[in-house]
């Protein structure tokens, strides 16, 4: 699309775009380019094509469907929902004054597809990022920088906006794998994952892995390839990731990732959940982040969970934020939960020293 030069030429387009967010945002759809609309063309067509629900996240109570469970995931989806409208914002800022379509990726693209963007992060993530296929395609500003990235096509476009296309999360999640340490992407694929299941994806792990088996060699696909061995479905947050690593490099047995705790149910009749759990010696670990604590809400139904639990045979272990801050404090974590493996019968080789990231992900699972 060419915008004319003039100002309300350029009005025009801003209203444009802020009608058809809008329009994201109420109906929670998106669409997605075709082959022959690549974002970042000098002039893009419309494209015509279905449209993709990734915006059905946003509700909190998507979080975990079925379950009562879901205040603390909603927490975080608000939040999520926050980051997104910012950014989507300073996205349509970009675009006012341009003549091409702009193909978002990186921790933009996370950030518009609510998505946690790594804690640690070698990209300055107070500015935009977009991608073009080649270097001549590439639009840098004072908001943003332009990366190539030549594995894109059509089908791997979002459309937000008549101006604005995000990159979808595979790719995306390829994209970041240079960008951050082993166990950050780690964590980042936990999370994709996750918001891949709730858009009603099909297999995001399969997905992943045919785009590796498909794709062109590319900074960062090794990392890919380790990052998938180490992991899971169903986790609901980074912390719960850190947690399951801190674990498992210290000998633990891999727990389940939010297990529903068979004929367990809260008042409302919904079914009870556990962060990490190893249902055969009945031992569940809980997160608790501080909304845990500050949100009377999110406390009682803790409480009640709990000791729901504890009445029926389970040991709830509940770790804060300060038993991972260092590797002291993660192996005595670890080592208080081998103890309560080992009391419950299961068999557990506990390392005192944790071994590697990387030497993990080339075990067999």
């Known amino acids: 699309m060419q915008s004319s030069g003039d100002d309300s030429g350029r009005k025009t ?34 494209p015509a094509t279905p449209t993709n629900p990734i915006t059905r996240a946003f509700n909190p109570q998507h979080s975990r469907t079925g379950t009562d469970d879901s205040h603390a995931a909603g927490a975080m989806s608000e939040t999520l929902a926050m980051k ?7 996205c349509i800022e970009e675009t006012k004054n341009g003549k ?31 991608v073009a296929s080649t270097r001549g395609r590439r639009m840098n500003s004072k908001a943003k ?11 791997s476009q979002i459309r937000l906006s008549p101006s604005i296309y995000v990159l979808d999360l595979v790719h995306t999640w390829a994209q970041m794998a240079r960008f951050v340490d082993l166990e950050q992407f780690i964590v980042l694929t936990d999370a994709v994952i996750f ?17 590796l088996e498909q794709s062109s060699p590319f900074a960062g696909k090794l990392f890919c390839r380790m990052a998938l061995r180490m992991a899971r479905e169903n986790v609901y947050s980074p912390q719960e990731t850190i947690c399951r690593l801190a674990l498992v490099c210290h000998g ?24 990490m759990a190893w249902p055969e010696a009945h031992v569940a670990v809980e997160y608790d982040g501080d909304h845990h604590r500050t949100d009377k809400r999110q406390w009682r139904r803790d409480q009640e969970k709990r000791e729901r639990l ?10 804060t934020a300060d038993a991972l801050k260092d590797a002291e404090s993660r192996a005595y974590f670890a080592f208080q939960v081998a103890r309560l493996l080992i ?19 080339r075990l067999p699972r």
């Open 145 to 155: 920088i332009s990366h190539i990235w030549a594995e894109f096509d059509g089908a």
């Open 252 to 275: 633990i047995p891999c727990p389940e990732t939010n297990y529903v705790v068979p004929g367990m149910t809260f008042r409302s009749g919904a079914a009870m959940t556990v962060d």
């Open 13 to 46: 387009r801003t209203n444009t775009d802020v009608t058809a967010v809008n329009h994201v945002n109420r109906m929670g759809h998106t669409n997605r380019t075709n082959p022959a609309n690549q974002a970042e063309l000098a002039n893009p067509t419309n």
């Open 310 to 319: 504890r009445l029926h045979g389970w040991i709830v272990f509940v770790v």
């Open 100 to 130: 091409r379509k702009i193909l978002f990726g990186l921790t933009t693209a996370l950030e518009l597809q609510m998505v946690p963007v790594p804690e640690q992060c070698r990209l300055d993530t107070d500015r935009l990022h977009s």
């Open 195 to 211: 918001r891949m299941m709730v858009d009603g994806g099909r297999d995001p792990l399969q997905r992943m892995r045919e785009f």
């Open 84 to 90: 997104r409208q910012n950014t989507l914002q300073r």
């Open 343 to 361: 009391s419950q019968g299961a068999r557990v080789d506990f390392l005192i020293e944790a071994r590697p990231l990387s030497k993990m992900c």
